[in-house]
């Protein structure tokens, strides 16, 4: 499939089928596409936990509002947080990082307020999820990004630290039945020309 029909084809799934699961191999696959997703100054400020254990993804339903239905017949839970501990993360910088990369935290990133910096550390991590949602389609995998979950949960739930939940996506295999679908309803977008500016 072209990327233009992936485009086209995908869309948040709001009912799943609950019998049909995704394959290890699959889900080994989209480990592997996450991790390389790219980020400012190849800082990859990310923790992404994947859940399919029933238990687990129950609590974490529980914890998501009008979301709940669609995690708990979703085949799993990738849930995406950015680390907050900015020691941790300047000793990662440190550790892992290019020379280039590590001039570039200490010039501009290191003593800027802590917020501006967890902020556009959040940014590297919703570009993953434009990364993994654009995958997922491309694998013919359905998917449901979520903000609308409660993070202080999550993060109890699965007992993170050093790193702050921002949102979570369900994955799995649509039920035939899903209105939300584009062959049901079409795509809803803005006109080309309302967000496209070309300087020719
Ligand atoms: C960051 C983000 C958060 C979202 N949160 C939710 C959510 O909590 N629940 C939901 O059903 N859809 C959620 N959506 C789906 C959007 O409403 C959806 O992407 C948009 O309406 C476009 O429709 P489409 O994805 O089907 O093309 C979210 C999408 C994004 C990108």
Known sequence: MDFKTVAEK???????????????????????????????????????????????????????????????????LVVFSVMNNLELFERHVEENLAEGPVNYYKQFVKDQPAEKTINWLSQQVYLSLGFFLAACAAMEIDSTPMEGIEPEKYKDILNIEDYKVLFAVAIGYRDAEDSNQPSHKGKSRLAVNQVINSID
């Open 10 to 76: 995908r869309y948040t799934t709001k009912i799943y089928d609950a019998s049909r699961k995704i394959s290890e191999v699959l889900i080994e696959d989209l480990k592997h596409i996450l991790k390389l997703s790219p980020s400012s100054i190849n800082s990859q400020p990310w923790l992404f936990t994947f859940v399919s254990q029933k238990e687990t993804k129950d609590a974490l339903a529980d914890a998501s509002f009008f979301n709940a239905p669609k995690i708990k017949n979703a085949s799993h």
